[in-house]
C-alpha cells in the first residue's frame, strides 16, 4: 500500500511541474509589459526607473530564468506580496483557506446525505414512476446553475419558510459551530445539489450492475433475506465505483466554491481570487489558482488511494 | 400486413430509433426551439434588447413586457432572446474548438503511441489538474474579456474529455481487423484515420458533445454571472443574472427569467446527450 501511495505521488509529479508552468504562463503571457501591469495606469515612470525595477524584478532575465525564480520561491513558501494590501500573499491565501474548505466538504456530505438512499430507491424501483420521477429530478438538479440555485434559494427562503441567517457574517466552525453552520447551509447546498443529482445517477446505475450479477443472484438463491442482499452483497460494490465519481467531481467542487463564495460573500479563497482579478492583483491571483490547483491534484490521489484500499484489484491488477 | 413486414426488419434506422426514445426527442426538441429562438430573436424579440424606458424602470412582468424589464427599463424577454445568441454562439463555437482539437490530440495520441502519445496526454493531464471553472476564470483573468477569450477559455477547459475520448476509442479500435485490412491494402496513414477509424469512434464523441454543450452553457454563463464572460451592454443570461443580484429583492423576475432560461437549455442538452448515449452506446443502455 505504502508503495502504491508513493507511485501515485511520483506519477503526480509531472503534473504538478505542468501546472506550475500554466500558473506562471498564464500571467506572465499577459500581452503587454509585466511591469506596466504591476504598477497599474496610474503609475508613469520614466525608461530609467523602469529598467531599474525591470532588473530589481528580475523581469530583464528570460523567461525560464524568471521561471526557475519564482518556482524556487513558491518551493520555500514564498507566494510574493499582495500588489495592494502588500501582506504575503500566502497569509491572506491560509486565512481564506478553512472557509474554503469547509464549504467543499459540506457541500459533498450534503450530496451524498441526498445521492446514496434515492440511487437506492430508485435502482430497487427500477421502471417505476418513482423511479421515473427520481430520474427527471435528477436531469433538473444536474441542469440548475448552482448560483442561481443560491440567488432564488436567498431570495425565497430566509424569513418566510425557515428561520435561516441567508448572508451572515462568516464565523470558524471552530468557535462557534452552530452559527458557523447556520451560515454554511445555504451555500453549501447550493453547491451540493448539482453533485448530488451527478452521484445518484451514478448509484442508481452502478447498483443495477451489481444486482444482475451471479452472486447477487447466489445470495437470494442461498435464502437470504433481500435486504441483507442490498445491504451486504450489491450495496458494497455498487459504491466502490461511486469513491472514483466523487474524485471527478473534486474538480466541480472547488471551482464551485469561488462562485458560490461571490454570492454569499463567504471570506473563501474564491471570492480572495475573484477580488484580486477586479484589483488586478496578480500575485494573489497566481496563489490561489495554484493552491487550489494544488488541492484538486491531492484530492485526487486521496481518492486513488481509497480506490485501491476498498478494492484490492487495483492495487495488484 | 405492414406490421409483419417492418417486424422481420433487422433493424430500424437511425432516425426511426431516434424518435423512439423520448428523453432525445425531449431535448432535441428544446434545443432546436432554443436555435430557432436564437436566429429568429430581431422577428421575436418584442423591443430593442439595448433601448431603455426610463417610464418602465424594473417593470413587473405583463402588458408590453411579459418577461418584467431591467434597471434601465430595457425589456428582459428581447434580452433573453438576443443573450440566447451569445450564449449559444459562445457554447457551441467553444465545445467545437474542444472537440476539434481534442479529437485531433486524443486520435494522434491513440494511433502514433509511444513518446508523441506521452507528451500529449501529459499536457492534456495538466489541463485536467484544474477545476474547470477556475482554468477558466484564470485564463480570463490573464486574457482580458472578449467574446474570443471566452470561445479559447472554455474551449481550452473541455479538451482534455474529448482526448481521452477519442484516444480510447482509437486504441480500441485500431486493431481491428477491418483498420488492419484497410492498412494491409496499401491505404495511408491519413485515410486509415478519416476513413475508417474516426467514423467509428464518432458515436462517444457525439455524446460527449451534447454533454459538454450543457457544461459550455453553464460555465459561460459562470463566467458572465462573475462580470469575466460576455460584457454588458450585450446581453447574456450570465450577465443580466448579474445584473439582477442589486435590484431582486425589490424585481424577483429580473432574477427568475435568466436562471430558468439557462436551466432549460442545459436540460436539453443533457437529456440529448442522455438520449444519444442510450442509442448510440449499447454497452452504457442499463
Known amino acids: 500500500m505504502t508503495g502504491f501511495i508513493a507511485t501515485r505521488l511520483l506519477t503526480m509529479l509531472p503534473v504538478l511541474w505542468g501546472v506550475s508552468i500554466v500558473v506562471f504562463l498564464l500571467i506572465h503571457l499577459i500581452p503587454g509589459d509585466a511591469l506596466q501591469l504591476f504598477l497599474g495606469t496610474q503609475v508613469a515612470l520614466t525608461s530609467a526607473q523602469m529598467e531599474e525595477l525591470r532588473r530589481l524584478f528580475g523581469l530583464n532575465k528570460p523567461l525560464p530564468l524568471q521561471y526557475i525564480d519564482w518556482i524556487g520561491q513558491i518551493a520555500r513558501g514564498d507566494f510574493g506580496v499582495s500588489l495592494r494590501t502588500s501582506r504575503p500573499v500566502l497569509t491572506d491565501i491560509l486565512a481564506r483557506f478553512p472557509v474554503s474548505v469547509e464549504l467543499t466538504f459540506l457541500a459533498l456530505i450534503v450530496a451524498l446525505a441526498i445521492a446514496l438512499p434515492v440511487g437506492v430507491f430508485s435502482a430497487l424501483r427500477r421502471g417505476t414512476a418513482s423511479d421515473a420521477a427520481v430520474r427527471v429530478g435528477g436531469l433538473i438538479g444536474l441542469s440548475i446553475p448552482n448560483f442561481w440555485l443560491a440567488t432564488m434559494l436567498l431570495l425565497f427562503l430566509p424569513g418566510r419558510v425557515l428561520p435561516i441567517a441567508s448572508i451572515g457574517i462568516y464565523v470558524r466552525f471552530f468557535s462557534h459551530p452552530i452559527a458557523n453552520l447556520t451560515v454554511m447551509v445555504l451555500p453549501a447546498f447550493s453547491l451540493g445539489v448539482v453533485l448530488a443529482a451527478v452521484i445518484m445517477r451514478f448509484v442508481r446505475s452502478s447498483l443495477l450492475e451489481v444486482l444482475g450479477q451471479d452472486y447477487v443472484r447466489t445470495a437470494r438463491a442461498k435464502g437470504l433475506r433481500e435486504r441483507w442482499v442490498i445491504n451486504r452483497h450489491a450495496l458494497r460494490n455498487a459504491l466502490i465505483p461511486v469513491i472514483t465519481v466523487i474524485g471527478f467531481q473534486a474538480g466541480y467542487l472547488l471551482g464551485g466554491t469561488v462562485v458560490i463564495e461571490d454570492v454569499f460573500a463567504l471570506p473563501g479563497m474564491g471570492r480572495l481570487a475573484l477580488n484580486a482579478i477586479a484589483q488586478r492583483d496578480y500575485p494573489v491571483v497566481q496563489g490561489v489558482v495554484l493552491i487550489i490547483a494544488l488541492l484538486f491534484v491531492l484530492s485526487n490521489i486521496v481518492v486513488d488511494v481509497l480506490y485501491a484500499y476498498v478494492d484490492p484489484r487495483v492495487r495488484y491488477g | ?286
Open chain 2, 1 to 286: 400486413m405492414n406490421r409483419s413486414i417492418t417486424a422481420v426488419r433487422p433493424r430500424r434506422t437511425f432516425a426511426a430509433r431516434f424518435v423512439r426514445t423520448p428523453v432525445a426527442v425531449a431535448g432535441a426538441a428544446i434545443v432546436g426551439a432554443y436555435l430557432l429562438a436564437a436566429v429568429t430573436a430581431p422577428a421575436l424579440a418584442p423591443h430593442d434588447p439595448l433601448s431603455m424606458a426610463s417610464q418602465a424602470l424594473l417593470a413587473p412582468p405583463g402588458g408590453p413586457y411579459p418577461f418584467g424589464t431591467d434597471q434601465f427599463g430595457r425589456d428582459q424577454l428581447s434580452r433573453l432572446l438576443y443573450g440566447a445568441r451569445v450564449s449559444l454562439i459562445v457554447s457551441v463555437a467553444s465545445v467545437v474548438l474542444a472537440l476539434a482539437g481534442g479529437g485531433a490530440v486524443g486520435v494522434v495520441s491513440g494511433h502514433y503511441g509511444g513518446r508523441i502519445d506521452g507528451a500529449l496526454m501529459r499536457v492534456m493531464d495538466v489541463i485536467f489538474a484544474f477545476p474547470a471553472v477556475l482554468l477558466a476564470i484564470a485564463i480570463m483573468a490573464a486574457a482580458g474579456t472578449a467574446v474570443w477569450t471566452v470561445i479559447v477559455a472554455i474551449g481550452v477547459v473541455y479538451t482534455p474529455q474529448f482526448a481521452r475520448i477519442s484516444r480510447a476509442s482509437v486504441l480500441a479500435t485500431r486493431t481491428l481487423e477491418y483498420v488492419e485490412a484497410a492498412g494491409a491494402l496499401g491505404a495511408g496513414t491519413r485515410r486509415v484515420l478519416l476513413r475508417h477509424i474516426l467514423p467509428n469512434i464518432s458515436a462517444p464523441l457525439i455524446v460527449q458533445t451534447s454533454l459538454s454543450l450543457s457544461l459550455a452553457i453553464l460555465t459561460e454563463s459562470a463566467l458572465s454571472f462573475l462580470g469575466l464572460g460576455t460584457q454588458p451592454p450585450t446581453p447574456s443570461w450570465g450577465n443580466m443574472l448579474a445584473d439582477s443580484r442589486r435590484f431582486m429583492a425589490t424585481a424577483p423576475w429580473t432574477a427568475v427569467f435568466p436562471g430558468a432560461t439557462i436551466a432549460m437549455i442545459v436540460l436539453g442538452f443533457n437529456l440529448l446527450g442522455d438520449g444519444l448515449r442510450d442509442l448510440l452506446d449499447p454497452r452504457l443502455r442499463i
